[in-house]
């Protein structure tokens, strides 16, 4: 979706117009944002319907919580990668490596257990770890005390962090395309 915005006759019609670039850039995220909490509602529904309403409890929510925080890391980091990229090529190769890379590193395809330290210590600066650390200490809580539920909510902080600073990034490169192409 991002190439047909990046497209060089459209983003010189849309950079005429009165509004601000920021403003532009902000308006595709929430539309983006709106597509992604759709889709992030269709997979919460489609879980309830194929598992049966045994699954909600408290651990399904904190689940679908930590989902929601990781599916906003993502959607910067899409936003980011779809902005930067000029070309759909370059921006399915980033994505790729990018995503296959995060999750060969964060625990994902292999146990975190079964990492390295130093693999860890790297893939702390990955969202993708702090959603792996989120979901393996949600699989193991029994007991709901502040002591037990803090590492999971600061995993889920994390990954938010990394959702607003994915964004901030994405509107200084867009703000730095934006100056260069006036």
Known sequence: ????????????????????????????FLGHLAVTFGVWLCGIVLAVILCGTDVIGPNFA??????????????????LIGGAAKKMGAQNFIANILSLG????????????YLSSSLLFVSRFLPAYWYVKAINDISGLVVFSAANLSPIIYAMLIELGFAAAFFCISLVIGKRKSSVNA
Do not use: E, H
């Open 102 to 113: 995060m999750c060969f590193i964060s625990g994902v395809f292999v146990p975190q257990q």
């Open 1 to 28: 979706m991002m190439m047909i915005f990046n497209n060089a006759d459209l983003r010189k019609r849309t950079l005429s117009s009165p509004m601000r670039p920021t403003s532009i850039k902000i308006q595709l």
């Open 62 to 79: 904190l689940m679908c919580a930590n989902s929601l925080c990781f599916a906003l890391a993502a959607l910067s980091l899409s936003f």
